[in-house]
């Protein structure tokens, strides 16, 4: 009975239509979720379609990828993201072109509020914290990319980063919480006069 009262509590913060939305966004992406083969590829993508706030192009999405608040998110062309991965557009996400997403990846743009002792933390309003991911950004395996960051374009996170600042353009990032190790283009320099 408690659990109820919460939960018609927590639905107050939210119009009828956007329950019915949200509730027909987790049926759909979440079916969808488990069709394996290019089909369920071409299903999850036409699916985005409709749901996204804004998606230019094809976005290539693997099986079992998690996507919330969907209509508070927008893309660019080439948005890939593969399995296991964890995107919460509650506060809004920009995706912007050529943006590739590894495995197990978790990017939530909303944060619980931990000032205080009371309420307890699972009771409080979501704090919006917008994320915006620029063109040419590749996500490792297993980061997590905390709310409210921006990673500037070119940026590549490695695998298990835990990114809690805006990062620079075409910059490598690595570790917990994540440092830079390296400029990309410094790189190429490298490889061009070898
Ligand atoms: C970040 C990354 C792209 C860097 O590749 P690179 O330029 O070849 O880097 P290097 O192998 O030269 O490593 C440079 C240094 O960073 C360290 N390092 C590299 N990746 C790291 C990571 N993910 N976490 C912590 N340290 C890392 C290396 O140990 C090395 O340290 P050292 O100089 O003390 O020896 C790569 O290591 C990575 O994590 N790729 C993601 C792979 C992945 O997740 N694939 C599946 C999803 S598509």
Not at 67 to 76: L, T
Not at 164 to 188: H, N, Q
Request: aromatic share 6%; net charge positive; glycine share 10%.
């Amino acid at each position: 009975m408690e659990y109820i009262k919460f939960l018609i509590e927590k639905a107050r913060c939210y119009s009828l239509s956007t329950i019915v939305r949200l509730e027909l966004e987790s049926l759909v992406m979440g079916l969808l979720s488990v069709v394996p083969t290019i089909l369920g590829v071409a299903l999850r993508a036409s699916a985005s379609k409709l749901f996204f706030k804004q998606i230019d192009g094809f976005a290539w999405i693997q099986p079992r990828v998690t996507i919330i608040h969907a209509e508070r998110i927008v893309s660019g062309t080439h948005l890939g993201i593969n399995s296991g991965t964890y995107i919460n557009g509650v506060g809004g996400i920009q995706f912007g072109n050529h943006v590739l997403i590894g495995n197990n990846v978790t990017i939530s743009s909303g944060e619980h509020p931990i000032n205080g002792a009371q309420p307890p933390i699972f009771s409080r309003l979501v704090r919006p914290k917008k994320i915006v991911i620029n063109d040419d950004v590749w996500i490792g395996a297993g980061a997590v990319i905390m709310p409210g960051i921006t990673l500037a374009k070119g940026t590549v996170i490695g695998a298990n980063a835990i990114v809690t600042k805006d990062t620079e353009e075409y910059s490598v990032y690595v570790g917990v919480p994540a440092r830079k190790i390296k400029d990309r283009r410094d790189m190429a320099c490298k490889q061009d006069l070898a």
